[in-house]
């Protein structure tokens, strides 16, 4: 394959913003992976606080692997053009290895260890060994290869982990998750190769705030699915009633309050940086955050659902208070990052519900889930109410912002 071949699998300026089909179908993996995430934590749920704080870290663990999976294939698709082949292969085969990932999940820790790291790892190896093939001598073909070189040295404690007896399991995963994680942060430096910075990486903005705002979406239909299959599955009565209802009047204000303003406005963001890579690898480590308190939030559903005015259970208010909670700190930093400031809206809302928390301790999970979402309701209406009458707000993300016009495809030097 000659360089000029090689360069064609980079997206041009003229390729579509939109996931394409191909992603999409990725994207219905990461449907049935985050219920797998929920199955570990509601089985946790009853368990002594300690015991439960410990399967919180595990399944934390877990889900941080499939979010870098799912991250560095958005990022790619975003890089390359989807369109072609070997790109397409690219994208299939991490679709099956987050496939089997999922199935593993909710015994990974467990006699499935093995068979979620093996398909780990040959995601996050195989991938930049096809792509560095693909590229073959384009000077742009050593990212992939640094990509590859971090994630053989993550390699050594996952397997280690996986073979290593459980109690031993838990930190060298967390060692494994640190070299991905840093190698990341950092641009996967080498010797005499230096980082490839995300900041100078070709991409296509539009494109990538699609795939963050898909994977938010793609987390509120796990609990769309959470919320329905809990309550098909148990006795209709008044009080479940009335918890199906909220918990899914909560879900509807999560997706108001992500998508007012900074929500509609990531892809323009993105399009007028000057650095869209480094805009997106700053919204990127924010949305991590976000999915993850909706997905906590998810957690609190199906057990208010099962026992809407059972005795309450302090340890509860993790998911049905923290993953709110988690998501409106979240959705702060990510309205700073478009728009360079915080609304008061976010903030009162968020001490909020840290001020009740006492309080809601001392109620029945359905009570607990009602102030939640009156909360989130106050900040949903203060947001409508700030906005009414105005001009719509542009991107002033103190991250870069460029002029109008701009396509956010930007070379590395």
């Known amino acids: 394959m000659t360089d000029e071949r090689a360069g064609r699998l980079l997206r041009p300026e003229e390729s579509s913003p939109r996931a394409t089909f191909l992603e999409l179908f990725f994207d219905l993996v990461f449907v049935f992976a985050l ?70 999940l909710p015994r990974a820790f467990e006699e499935r260890a093995l068979s979620f790291v ?14 560095a093939w693909a590229l073959r001598h384009h000077p742009r073909r050593t990212v992939p290869l640094r990509l590859g070189a971090w994630a053989v040295a993550g390699a050594v404690p996952w397997l280690a982990g996986a073979l290593a007896p459980e109690h031993l399991r838990l930190p060298l995963w967390v060692l494994a998750l640190a070299v991905d994680g840093i190698g990341l942060g950092l641009g996967w430096p080498l010797p005499r190769l230096g980082p490839a910075r995300a900041s100078g990486w070709l991409i296509a903005g539009e494109h990538l705030a699609d795939r ?13 699915l ?21 918990a899914f009047v909560t879900t509807a204000l999560l997706w108001r309050i992500y998508f007012h303003r900074a929500g509609h406005l990531l892809g323009e963001a993105l399009r007028v940086a000057r650095s869209p890579g480094r805009l997106g690898a700053s919204v990127g480590g924010t949305h991590l955050p976000i999915v993850v308190g909706v997905l906590s939030a998810a957690v609190g559903y199906e057990l208010v659902i099962h026992h809407p005015y059972g005795p309450a259970d302090p340890a509860w208010l993790v998911f049905i208070v923290g993953g709110p909670a988690l998501f409106l700190a979240a959705r702060a930093r990510f309205e700073y990052e478009i728009f360079g400031r915080v609304s008061w809206s976010r903030m009162g809302g968020l001490l909020a519900l840290l001020l009740l928390t006492p309080v809601l301790a001392l109620a029945p999970p359905m009570g607990a889930l009602t102030l939640v979402a009156a909360v989130l309701a106050g900040v949903a209406v203060a947001d409508a109410r700030r906005s009414r009458g105005r001009a719509p707000e542009r991107s002033a993300s103190p991250l870069g912002h460029g002029e109008a016009g701009e396509t956010g495809f930007h070379r590395a030097p």
Request: aromatic share 12%.
């Open 226 to 246: 959470v919320i329905g299959l809990t309550y098909s599955g148990a006795e209709f009565t008044a009080d479940r009633a009335g918890a199906f209802t909220v």
């Open 35 to 104: 219920t797998r995430v929920s199955v570990r934590l509601v089985a946790a749920a009853g368990a002594p606080f300690g015991e439960l704080v410990l399967e919180i870290v595990r399944t934390g663990a877990l889900f941080l692997a499939l979010w870098l999976l799912w991250s560095i294939t958005a990022w790619v698709t975003s890089r390359y053009e989807p369109e072609r082949v070997v790109i397409q292969f690219v994208v299939v085969g991490s679709m099956f290895g987050a496939m089997v990932m999922a199935v593993a």
């Open 118 to 131: 093996l398909a780990y790892l040959a995601v996050m190896i195989g991938r930049p060994l096809v792509m």
């Open 212 to 224: 963050y705002q898909q994977i938010f979406l793609i987390s509120l239909g796990e609990t769309i």
